[in-house]
């Protein structure tokens, strides 16, 4: 599975931004997907996820109630819209892949396929 994320960019703080994760090359349908961001000199955490189906969501504390996670299996896309931008949400964000969370949606080690990052600033 190929994924291809993109839709970031510079924001202003309280702004809002669109993300968008194609998939390739497998039955989208059947993974369960989930976004990432990993600031400058920080570890990778988790943002949020979505189950196979789209029926379950999960998410970060730090992102409840700005950030909504979305997918369309028809396009083979899942989408991260982000709302309220803060500085602090400045980072390189990815999208993952995974066949069964082993129930940890927020393990990355779960993933088993990544994107390449797209990077989001938000300016102060």
């Known amino acids: 599975v190929q994924l291809q994320a993109s839709g970031g960019g510079l924001v202003q703080a309280g702004g809002s931004v669109r993300l968008s994760c194609a998939a390739s090359g497998g039955t989208f349908s059947s993974y369960h997907m989930g976004w990432f961001r990993q600031a400058l000199g920080k570890e990778r955490e988790f943002v949020r996820a979505i189950s196979c189906g789209g029926n379950s969501t999960y998410h970060a504390d730090s992102v409840k109630g700005r950030f909504i996670i979305s997918r369309d299996n028809a396009k083979n896309t899942v989408y991260l819209q982000m709302n309220s931008l803060k500085p602090e949400d400045t980072a390189v964000y990815y999208c993952?892949?995974?066949?069964?969370?082993?129930?940890?949606?927020?393990?990355?080690?779960?993933?088993?396929?990544w994107g390449q990052g797209t990077q989001v600033t938000v300016s102060s």
């Open positions: 993952a892949a995974a066949s069964r969370w082993y129930g940890s949606p927020s393990d990355a080690t779960r993933y088993d396929y």
